[in-house]
T-cell receptor, first 112, second 113 residues
Framework: NAGVTQTPKFQVLKTGQSMTLQCAQD?????MYWYRQDPGMGLRLIYYSASEGTTDKGEVPNGYNVSRLNKREFSLRLESAAPSQTSVYFC???????????FGSGTRLTVV | GQQLNQSPQSMFIQEGEDVSMNCTSSSIFNTWLWYKQDPGEGPVLLIA?????ELTSNGRLTAQFGITRKDSFLNISASIPSDVGIYFC?????????????FGKGTKLSVKP
């Protein structure tokens, strides 16, 4: 009963490095989301994918790209990491007609 | 975009105390949700509210959907140490740059030193 799985759990990057955060869900959900969480800022939506083959920008998309690889997987890419991208990143998914989202356990990213 | 205002931002609890927090909006929403985030984990859905005036319980947690559909309250009775964490309110709001859910900034519960 995995739900939403995120990898890695922790990552340290140097400024300018690139990396991809992975997310997979096994609930056959149509929609998937990437959030970042910073102290005092709550959860801010970076990108989302309403269904396989579509992606849309959220509130804070700058510096990120996403790929909805298939119905299960939704990845988030940082092309050139910056210290301002130090944050905890959460992936979530939701199903048609379902209430609320199911979240992964997060990736804690530090950019030095 | 739309905003939800949660208060208080943080509070300290002593075991056995009752806790109250609320969430308000300037717009009407028809579905209100409460999530809890344990330290180091993602948020988990606690309670969903669908009808104005509705009062729903989940164990020691009770949430109410305001009659104006612009607010909601969460109460925790007889708090215990495992209640610590961040509580988020959220509303269903399909589409837009905030996706299908708008979240408040959270109320952080900590144990009183």
């Amino acid at each position: 009963n995995a739900g939403v799985t995120q990898t890695p759990k922790f990552q340290v990057l140097k400024t300018g490095q690139s990396m991809t955060l992975q997310c997979a869900q096994d609930m056959n959900h149509n929609s998937m989301y990437w959030y970042r969480q910073d102290p005092g800022m709550g959860l801010r939506l970076i990108y989302y994918s309403a269904s396989e083959g579509t992606t849309d920008k959220g509130e804070v998309p700058n510096g990120y790209n996403v790929s909805r690889l298939n119905k299960r997987e939704f990845s988030l890419r940082l092309e050139s990491a910056a210290p301002s991208q130090t944050s905890v990143y959460f992936c979530a998914s939701s199903g048609t007609g379902g209430v609320g989202y199911t979240f992964g356990s997060g990736t804690r990213l530090t950019v030095v | 975009g739309q905003q939800l205002n949660q208060s208080p931002q943080s509070m300290f609890i002593q075991e056995g105390e009752d806790v109250s927090m609320n969430c308000t909006s300037s717009s009407i929403f028809n579905t209100w949700l409460w999530y809890k985030q344990d330290p180091g984990e993602g948020p988990v859905l606690l309670i969903a509210l669908y009808k104005a005036g509705e009062l729903t319980s989940n164990g020691r947690l009770t949430a109410q959907f305001g009659i104006t559909r612009k607010d909601s309250f969460l109460n925790i009775s007889a708090s215990i140490p495992s209640d610590v964490g961040i509580y988020f309110c959220a509303v269903m709001n399909y589409g837009g740059s905030q996706g299908n859910l708008i979240f408040g900034k959270g109320t952080k519960l900590s144990v009183k030193p």
